[in-house]
């Protein structure tokens, strides 16, 4: 029985405020599952598994898949999809909320996150997955395509920003293919990517003060237009001697700093 009717027969209608458009595309789904089993060096953790299209071919391969499910209505549907299929520990909750940390110490190794990812929050929950620090060791996470050009973006061009810097700092980042609308049920109205993100054995460089170098990420592409020395004056009214110190033309805007340029320059302060 197709992915849809299963829905309608459960009366389960997809919930827009929980971003819930279902892989309906079994090619796609086993791609994405062979992808993060391929990069599994300790626990699959699914964020949102919905009702299973992630987690039937995951299971297939691991066995075990540890998930955190917002919304408590699909969780019948998915235990009934992957009953027989091997181990599956469901928390009904925000994942934005979770302690991964405490999951990865419980479980002994550091957890392979893998998502299609709800598009309302998923910038935010994978700045929360940045922050898990050594407990994530790799992610393989569905964004919308322009997300995911963002977040593996080179220093250069428009699309390089805060995301790109935050997530490259500390993950080695790879686009993985592209999934067209049509694979999901109900169909965004936007092309999706699907990235692999795999922790560093060290970050690009060694950060002093993760608060300020955030300050200064944020304050040398909150106007992107404007050169360095005039864009980082929200931190320091004459920033010449600073920039100096780094070594760092102040002429130069901050969409063409390399992440350890950031690095230094926050260091340096
Ligand atoms: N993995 C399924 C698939 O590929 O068909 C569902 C993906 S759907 C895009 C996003 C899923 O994340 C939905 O099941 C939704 O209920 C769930 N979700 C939304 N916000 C969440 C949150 N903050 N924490 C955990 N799950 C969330």
Sequence with gaps: MSLIHLLKMSGLRPKKGLGQNFLVDDGIAEQI???AWAQAQGPLVEIGPGIGSLTLPLLRRAQQVWAVEQDAAL??????RTEGLGQLVVEQGDALLVD???WAERLGRPLTIVANLPYHVSTPILFHLLAQGAAVGAM??????????RIAAPPGGKTYGILSVHSQLWMAVEPLFAVPPKAFYPSPKVDSSVIRLVRRAAPLAQVDDPDFFRLVVRAAFGQRRKTLLNALKVIDPSPEAWLS???IDPQRRGETLAVVEFVRLANVR
Aim: proline residues 4%; neutral net charge.
């Design 33 to 35: 599952a062979e992808a």
């Design 75 to 80: 969780l019948p549907l998915l235990r009934t």
């Design 100 to 102: 991964f940390r405490q």
């Design 140 to 149: 393989i996470l569905m964004f919308q395509k322009e997300v995911a050009e």
């Design 245 to 247: 110190r780094a070594d």
